[in-house]
């Protein structure tokens, strides 16, 4: 992922980086550490309705907290090892290179130590512009 990662961070001025949450949803510290940009989708410069492809952003020391949503979700980590949970399994770590599926409602987390964590996000089905709900 490595190349990807380079090119990214060489081009990262140029991409449209949003946040979906506003406090009181989150913290300020998260917002601060969170963003995102889609490539493809409805806030992409490709179109898409029934898939949105982009780019997850959070820095060190973050949780995004636990949460589901309709739309079935692959998430491939780029750069930074961070902890995943999925539904109520335990927290593990994932190294980049290795993707993560949660199907449509499932709850998931994420959380950050050191390293920000750089992931591309694939969501396909339900509602692309519905908001995460949080647990």
Do not use: K, N
């Not at 989150?26 to 601060?32: A, K």
């Amino acid at each position: 992922t490595t190349p990807l990662v380079i090119l990214l961070v060489s081009r990262a001025d140029q991409l449209a980086w949003r946040q979906t949450y506003t406090e009181p949803d989150v913290s300020s510290e998260f917002l601060q550490r969170y963003g995102w940009s889609e490539l493809i989708g409805l806030r992409g410069p490709v179109a898409s309705e029934r898939l949105a492809a982009g780019f997850l952003l959070l820095g060190p020391h973050t949780e995004y907290p636990r949460h589901r949503h309709a739309a079935a979700e692959i998430y491939l980590p780029l750069a930074g090892t961070a902890l995943w949970q999925r539904g109520d399994a335990a927290w593990r770590r994932r190294a980049p290179g290795r993707p993560i599926h949660h199907p449509p409602w499932m709850p998931h987390a994420m959380r950050t130590e050191v390293q920000p964590l750089l992931a591309l996000y694939l969501w396909r089905g339900g509602d692309l512009a519905q908001r995460s709900r949080f647990d």
